[in-house]
């Protein structure tokens, strides 16, 4: 089988095409930057760019399924011309890694924008699945330079606890879903095995380190700020509405045993991955 993987140098997209290819599978890595992308031994690296009606025909021809990275800062349309093309190839299964926020409140921003883009692969007539993980254990290697340079994490709602997901597993779940049977048409919400706040993480990166780190928990306003600096207002209101949402959630309510049903293994916890990933840290 050979599958076309998007986002193939992305934290998820990585660990997809290491596992097709450990599994046998032939993998066409999707990458703007071909020259930089790094990707393993084995893997046909093709470089375009998703916007492109013909470096999409050209990306799909010999392939057999796709994933599909439902980037939210895609161009208008985007998505659409992807599907549509995809479809257009005989392409029987789309795989497509999208949001949590696509089940949470509709009227959020973040949400309006991946339940869009998972409207358009729905509407291509293809099968799909669609992969809905919150945050990432990865999302930590933001703290790296605080850490090194004071010591320190600073973020707003850091007692606010979520179930966040190791990138590998969200990548099992989509080399099982490509690969594997009974996958069509299917939403999965994915989830690490616990819920739990910013600052026990930073607690728990803490103890893996062997040093201690500070945990600052910073007002919403001076988040907002700091994160105006990257992107719209919108979207950061967007952005912390989803933390409020998850405030907001009963213990455990946004536990999924995904990883588990579809993988048939416990999903990876936050200090394994920290365990994995000190040597970034030090």
């Known amino acids: 089988m050979k599958i076309l993987v998007t986002g193939a140098t992305g934290n998820v997209g990585r660990f997809i095409v290491d596992e097709l290819l450990a599994g046998g599978h032939e993998v066409r890595a999707f990458t703007r930057k071909p020259e930089t992308a790094n990707l393993p031994e084995g893997a046909e690296v093709f470089g375009g760019d998703l916007g492109n009606e013909a470096d999409v025909k050209a990306a799909l021809e010999g392939v057999d399924k796709v994933h599909l990275f439902l980037n939210n800062s895609a161009a208008p349309g985007q998505h659409q011309m992807v599907a549509k093309t995809i479809a257009e190839a005989g392409i029987p299964h789309i795989v497509a890694l999208s949001s949590a926020s696509a089940g949470g409140d509709p009227n959020n921003l973040i949400a309006q924008v991946h339940l869009s883009a998972e409207a358009a692969v729905r509407d291509s007539g293809v099968a799909y699945t669609f992969l809905r993980p919150g945050g990432y254990h990865s999302n930590a290697f933001e703290w790296i330079e605080s850490i090194k340079n004071e010591g320190v994490v600073r973020a707003p709602f850091g007692f606010v606890k979520r179930p966040d997901v190791d990138p590998r597993d969200i990548a099992s779940v989509a080399v ?90 416990a999903p990876i916890s936050f200090e394994q991955w920290a365990i994995d990933n000190k040597d970034a840290f030090a």
């Open 176 to 265: 099982a879903s490509l690969t594997g049977e009974g996958h069509e048409n299917k939403i999965y919400p994915l989830s690490g095995p616990i819920e739990e706040s910013t600052a026990e993480r930073v607690a728990i990166l803490a103890k893996v380190l062997g040093r201690e780190i500070r945990f600052e928990d910073i007002p919403e306003e001076v988040y907002a700020q700091m994160m105006a600096q990257w992107m719209p207002a919108e979207a950061v209101a967007a952005l912390v509405d989803l933390t409020k949402q998850a405030g907001q959630k009963k213990p455990g309510e946004l536990l999924w045993s995904t990883v588990q049903d579809v993988t048939a293994r």
